[in-house]
Each structure stands twice: as structure tokens, then as C-alpha cells.
């Protein structure tokens, strides 16, 4: 209707995506009543912002269209994005409970990019997905490139899926090391894609994949590719564990425990060889379930690393109540350390706080001597980093093994 009243009257027509950012940690962390209660106060604000001749629906979930009619100026629908993101800014309450929520948006204009509803709203969610990952809460306008992206994020899925039935993926290895001795004591597994002679850059297809639903297949695939190299290991006599990144999606959508015993009894490796790397985000909205998911997957032998750790909340209850076995210092903090004496500080807070929890230490990201040598100086702790070795296939690790342990490294 709106299309059609645009030809007869002079202006253009705006469609406004909107989404609210990191909705579903408030659904899991205070419950579906919370969040729905929630969508009535982000409705109500958002509607008094609008002219009468607007219209606002909710499509589902936590998205909302936005249609202005009679658009003169595309900067003015600019300014109301801004209203709308600056409205959301302020807190929600419920009871005692307060909330913050932000909101990315993404912004297509009539008649310019297009004249019929099914591709307004196709660029409109186009361009909002390009503001969430430009970091969130931002608006953006559609442009024909978004399109061309979108296009050939589908077809990259499509690649991703393929190759997967084809056994195009592969992993790398980045060597953990004692940092007193330098001998290396475990590896964390990183997936690479090699695509027609190509190697993929996991920036490339990993966030595609948590978004398609294709990272639990792929995670499957890593656990039992891992296993299978850890047993090998296991029976050339070398003591080395292998650490995997559990995503999100795998730790609220998967059975993990299923999938631990089916990779570890396919391979028959013996517990305590796999170490899972977890995030604060992953377990903060609902610490009950990811005490089961733990507790069960410690009594199949595996242990947990808290990864990044220092960049999230840190939380001290988190470590405790969950039995974390190792904290992973951010590379972030490891970078600087050189040069700021404040992160220096910081990370020795760290260690100090893993050595009196009795919690292993990983510093990652050591690139440089000079990073090395004030690290050394903090006590026991394992590293990793290009200074020893960036991920490599398993027959460069192998390579490693030997320059650095000689006669104790005997791998097939």
C-alpha cells in the first residue's frame, strides 16, 4: 500500500530492520517472561518516536520493520535511526531487575533501491547485518555491495557445506610450551579450509558457520579429527594433550558428552586428553546448565580452559562454581605488556590469582623476546604465540617436536 501511494504523491519510502542486540542472553539468563515483557517496553518506546502515518511491526523474535512514508530528505531517516537507537540506551526495569539493551539497524530507501516489499526487506536485513558486524549498535544504509556480499555469503555456505562432504578441512596445531624448559607439553587444534588449492582464513567462514548452524557439524568434525591425532600421539609414547574451542552454539545446542564418548570410543583414546577452551559469554547466561554440561564432561576426562580470559567479566564465581582447570591470558594483555606497565601489572594479578587457585596458566600471544623475558620473570606458566611457532599441519608439529625434544619425541 505504501509503494503504492508513493507513486501518486511526491517523497520516498524508508524501511527500517532493527534488531536488538544480544537479546537471547537475557531470554536465557531471566527467562522467556522477562524477555517478553521486555518486547512491550522496546515496542512502546520505539512507537512513540513514530508519526502517526508510520508503521512498526514486530516480525519475530526480537526484530522489528519500521516503515516511514513520505520521506523527503534519506537524512532524516538517518536522524531517526539515531533516535530510535538513542531510545533504547536508556534502562529497563523489571521489578528490580534492570536491563540494558542496544539495537542495530539497517536502513533501505524506496524508490532507489528498489520497488517491490520482498527486496526492500531483503536489503533492509542486508544492511542490518552489516551494522552488527561493524560492532553493534549503529545503523547502516543498504548499498548494491551488501547485496553482492549477502550473494556471496550464500555461496560460500554452500562451498562450506560441500566441503565438508568432500574433507576439505584440516588442522593446524600452535605448539603450548613450558616457558622454564621450552618443551612442549600439548597443542590447541585450529581449523583451516582448503578450498581448490586455497587456503580459507578461519575469519572467513567461522562466523558463517556459528550463523548457518554448520559450526556443529564442523565442531563434531574437529573433536573426532582431534581425538584421532591425540590417540596417535598417545601411542608413540608422547605425554601431549590437545586443547579444542568449544563454540557457543555447540555448548547450548549439542550433546556434548554424546559426542565426547562416540569421537573418544571411534578412536579409542583414553580420557584426559582433550581440553576444551570455553568464554565467559558462553556460560554466563545460564550457570546451572553449564554446571551439568561441565560436571559431565569432566567425568569423561575432560578439562576446561577459560579462554580470553581478562576481556569478559572475570568473575571469580565463575571459576569456582564451574571447577575451571586453566585460565588462557588474552593476547590483547600479552601485546602490551612490553610497554604498559598497567597490563603488566594486570597480568601478574592473573598469575598471581591462578597459582593461589592452583589453576594452569596459558599466555597467548607471544610474539616477541622482550614479551618472553617479563613472562619468565611472573614464574611457571605455559605459552604460546608465534615466538615458538604459529599453527602449522601436523607434520611441521611433528617437525618441532623433534627439534625441541630430541630423543623424547618420537612421533609417527
Given at each position: 500500500?505504501?509503494l503504492?501511494?508513493m507513486k501518486?504523491?511526491?517523497?520516498k519510502?524508508?524501511?527500517?530492520?532493527?534488531?536488538?542486540?544480544?537479546?537471547?542472553?537475557?531470554?536465557?539468563?531471566?527467562?522467556?517472561t522477562?524477555?517478553?515483557?521486555?518486547?512491550?517496553?522496546?515496542?512502546?518506546?520505539l512507537?512513540?518516536?513514530?508519526r502517526?502515518g508510520?508503521?512498526?511491526?514486530r516480525?519475530g523474535?526480537d526484530?522489528?520493520?519500521?516503515?516511514?512514508?513520505?520521506?523527503?530528505?534519506?537524512?532524516?531517516?538517518?536522524?531517526?535511526?539515531v533516535?530510535?537507537?538513542?531510545?533504547?540506551?536508556?534502562?529497563?526495569?523489571?521489578?528490580?531487575?534492570e536491563?540494558?539493551?542496544?539495537?542495530s539497524i539497517?536502513?533501505t530507501?524506496?524508490?532507489?533501491?528498489?520497488?517491490?516489499?520482498?527486496?526492500?526487506?531483503?536489503?533492509?536485513d542486508?544492511?542490518?547485518?552489516?551494522?552488527?558486524?561493524l560492532?553493534?549498535?549503529n545503523?547502516?544504509?543498504?548499498?548494491?555491495?551488501?547485496?553482492?556480499?549477502?550473494h556471496?555469503?550464500?555461496?560460500?555456505?554452500?562451498?562450506?557445506?560441500?566441503?565438508l562432504?568432500?574433507?576439505?578441512?584440516?588442522?593446524?596445531?600452535?605448539?603450548?610450551v613450558?616457558?622454564?624448559?621450552?618443551?612442549?607439553?600439548g597443542?590447541e587444534?585450529?581449523?583451516?579450509w582448503?578450498?581448490?588449492?586455497?587456503?580459507?582464513?578461519p575469519?572467513?567462514f567461522?562466523?558463517?558457520?556459528?550463523d548457518?548452524?554448520?559450526?556443529?557439524?564442523?565442531?563434531?568434525?574437529?573433536?573426532?579429527?582431534?581425538?584421532?591425532?591425540?590417540?596417535k600421539?598417545?601411542?608413540?609414547?608422547?605425554?601431549?594433550?590437545?586443547?579444542?574451542?568449544?563454540?557457543?552454539?555447540?555448548?547450548?545446542?549439542?550433546?556434548?558428552?554424546?559426542?565426547?564418548r562416540?569421537?573418544?570410543?571411534?578412536?579409542?583414546?583414553?580420557?584426559?586428553r582433550?581440553?576444551?577452551?570455553?568464554?565467559e559469554?558462553m556460560?554466563?547466561?545460564?550457570?546451572?546448565?553449564?554446571?551439568?554440561?561441565?560436571?559431565?564432561?569432566?567425568?569423561e576426562?575432560?578439562?576446561?580452559?577459560?579462554?580470553?580470559?581478562g576481556?569478559g567479566?572475570?568473575?571469580?564465581?565463575?571459576?569456582?562454581?564451574?571447577?575451571?582447570?586453566?585460565l588462557k591470558?588474552?593476547?590483547?594483555?600479552?601485546k602490551?605488556?612490553?610497554?604498559d606497565?598497567?597490563?603488566?601489572?594486570?597480568?601478574s594479578?592473573i598469575v598471581?590469582?591462578a597459582r593461589?587457585?592452583?589453576?594452569?596458566?596459558?599466555?597467548?600471544?607471544?610474539?616477541?623476546?622482550?614479551?618472553l623475558?617479563?613472562?619468565?620473570?611472573?614464574?611457571?606458566?605455559l605459552i604460546?604465540?608465534?615466538?615458538?611457532?604459529?599453527?602449522?599441519?601436523?607434520?611441521q608439529?611433528?617437525?618441532?617436536?623433534v627439534?625441541?625434544?630430541g630423543?623424547r619425541?618420537?612421533?609417527?
Open positions: 500500500m505504501a503504492a501511494r501518486r504523491t511526491p517523497g519510502l524508508a524501511l527500517l530492520y532493527l534488531d536488538l542486540d544480544n537479546f537471547k542472553h537475557i531470554n536465557d539468563a531471566f527467562g522467556h522477562a524477555g517478553d515483557n521486555l518486547l512491550i517496553e522496546v515496542a512502546g518506546r512507537a512513540s518516536l513514530l502517526p508510520d508503521t512498526m511491526a516480525l523474535g526484530e522489528f520493520l519500521i516503515l516511514l512514508n513520505e520521506v523527503e530528505h534519506i537524512d532524516d531517516v538517518g536522524l531517526v535511526a533516535r530510535l537507537i538513542d531510545s533504547l540506551k536508556k534502562p529497563f526495569f523489571c521489578g528490580e531487575i536491563y540494558f539493551v542496544t539495537s539497517g536502513i530507501v524506496a524508490p532507489e533501491d528498489g520497488r517491490d516489499a520482498v527486496s526492500l526487506v531483503k536489503y533492509a542486508n544492511a542490518m547485518y552489516r551494522a552488527i558486524s560492532g553493534r549498535n545503523y547502516q544504509f543498504f548499498t548494491p555491495e551488501l547485496d553482492i556480499q549477502a556471496q555469503r550464500i555461496s560460500l555456505e554452500m562451498k562450506m557445506r560441500k566441503g562432504e568432500r574433507d576439505e578441512f584440516e588442522l593446524f596445531y600452535q605448539p603450548l613450558n616457558i622454564t624448559d621450552g618443551e612442549i607439553v597443542a587444534a585450529l581449523v583451516r582448503r578450498h581448490e588449492g586455497e587456503l580459507i582464513s575469519d572467513a567461522i562466523p558463517l558457520a556459528e548457518s548452524g554448520l559450526i556443529l557439524s564442523l565442531g563434531e568434525w574437529i573433536m573426532r579429527t582431534a581425538a584421532r591425532q591425540a590417540k600421539w598417545q601411542e608413540a609414547g608422547l605425554d601431549l594433550g590437545i586443547s579444542v574451542n568449544i563454540s557457543s552454539r555447540q555448548f547450548a545446542g549439542q550433546d556434548l558428552v554424546a559426542l565426547l562416540k569421537a573418544m570410543t571411534a578412536e579409542g583414546l583414553e580420557p584426559g582433550l581440553y576444551f577452551e570455553i568464554t559469554s556460560i554466563m547466561g545460564d550457570l546451572t546448565k553449564a554446571q551439568r554440561i561441565m560436571g559431565a564432561l569432566r567425568r576426562g575432560v578439562k576446561f580452559y577459560l579462554d580470553d580470559f576481556t567479566y572475570s568473575s571469580l564465581s565463575y571459576i569456582k562454581r564451574l571447577h575451571i582447570d586453566g591470558i588474552d593476547r590483547s594483555f600479552v602490551d605488556i612490553v610497554d606497565l598497567d597490563t603488566r601489572a594486570i597480568v594479578v598471581s590469582l593461589i587457585l592452583n589453576l594452569s596458566i596459558v599466555a597467548e600471544g607471544v610474539e616477541t623476546d622482550a614479551q623475558h617479563i613472562l619468565s620473570g611472573m614464574g611457571d606458566m604460546q604465540g608465534y615466538l615458538i611457532s604459529p599453527p602449522v599441519p601436523v607434520q608439529f611433528q617437525t618441532l617436536l627439534e625441541r625434544q630423543d619425541a618420537h612421533p609417527e
